[in-house]
């Protein structure tokens, strides 16, 4: 017997449709390329969307059709999420922080036919047009008298000009919940890019989870700033999430500087912020030299990359802001895990309780997770004994787009590629990446471990620690270092600085001294390059 409930496929078009009928006069605020502040409304967004939706059925785009984008995050943008996939096409947000190459080559492999861009892409579009065969019509995001004569980008129009013809209604199409809906290539720091394909059914799906209370916690009473790319994993599901709960929303476009963002949250009363730790590097590298406070910013996710606990440390104790560690992937819509305490560990000591806010956290309803050995046997739930971690759900991924790789799956399983340990209350902790873990002595070192306590020196920036080759120990770990502006601190200091805080035979060899550590597009630290930096290397103690 089948339930007698309406069926109706999940779709991102009712998203917007929901966020029009409902909060319609919910803002949304945008720094914009021009650098003046846009503010319009939800119900400006989805007439828009439907402009944007008509508009792509007037270049004759076929269901499923990619379109790509190469923008900031802001109202265009998110017209965009909303028109592209809510009429069928699948979106396809590029990372502009790609070498032209990848650019060309990811357009090239998702045949792209319409791209998107801001203006501020312009020289990487005219770098890349003559490679992208695919695609038939450029279109810069911005209004008609901003577009620029001889740019050289053939069928080059103005977003303002194509939309701004086009009917305000719109019935959105209906069709399987399970069509794709957008794109997104993961960031090659492990080899070729591939693409995760997202459906309105994985979308909608995480939307919905993101907003609970112990995962992102999204209300109407918010106002959100994704610092976090929209070219990054749908800047983590947030757009999606705020359209579900009629949230308010802030862009900060171009401007990701620790000055402009803070300004952004003051003006704007935002009590919400998401982002990569290395943003919030540079929001209270602004913020404590100038004793500046936040007035009303009361959480922040941060996740991508391991959160410093001196970072924690700081927005708890000294601004009062609290930190959500989330753990996520490409692969995964991103949201994989959060770390919100439950009601028992608010007994325990602020000591204790710190020691689970710098876990990544626990499963959400929607994904699963455990740890296998080198057997593929699970491992226990002990808080102690690291392993492979693999996920399964709704919104993981079953393939890459057009088959790459091949099948993905072991036993229906997604392999992460982390190595995680999890504890008796399902609190997950990420302790490396399988291929940035270092064996010593037959005993694995987690290079997050190492790296935390380095930054939590008062004149330590950036840390990153990898295994140099050792002939008795196999491998031993080293931290390249970067300073902060003005500081200093010695090699012998920063080792000494290990005592107490870690076992003896994981404090690292050696420290080396670099002007910088290089970055991924998503701001991630590339340790393949480093290794190229450090080849000439030698340990000082092999
Ligand atoms: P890529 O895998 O190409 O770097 P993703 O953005 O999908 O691109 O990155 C996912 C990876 O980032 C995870 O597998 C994990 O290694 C790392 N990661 C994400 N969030 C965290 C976190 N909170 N702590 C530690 N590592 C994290």
Redesign the pocket.
Known sequence: MLGLMQSQPLSISSLIEFADRHHGDGEIVSRRVEGDIHRYQWSDVARRSRQVANALDGLALQFSDRVATLAWNGYRHLELYFGVSGSGRVLHTINPRLHPDQIAWIANHAEDQVLCFDLTFLPLVQAVHARCPTIKHYIALCDADKLPADSGVPHLTSYEAWIGGQSTSYEWPSFDENSASSMCY?????GNPKAALYSHRSTVLHAYAAALPDVMCLSARDAVLPVVPMF??NAWGIPYSAALTGCKLVFPGPAMDGKSIYELIEAEKVTYAAGVPTVWQMLLGHMKPAGLRFSTLKRTV??????PPAMIDSFREEYGVEVL???????MS?LGTLCTLKNKDLAKSPEEQMKLRLK?GRAIFGVDMKIVGEDGAELPWDGKTPGDLYVKGPWVVREYFKGEGGDPLVGGWFP???VAVIDSGGYMQ?TD?SKDVIKSGGEWISS?DIENIAVAHPAVAMAACIGMKHPKWDERPIVAVVKKPGAEVTREELIRFYEGKTAKWQVPDDVVFVDAIPL?A?G?MLKTRLRDMLRDYKLPTA
Do not use: F, N
């Open positions: 993961t960031s090659g720091t492990t990054h994993v941060i996740g991508g990359s391991a959160c560690h989330a753990w996520g992937m490409t692969e991103p990544q992460t590629g982390d990420i990446r997050i991924g998503t991630k």
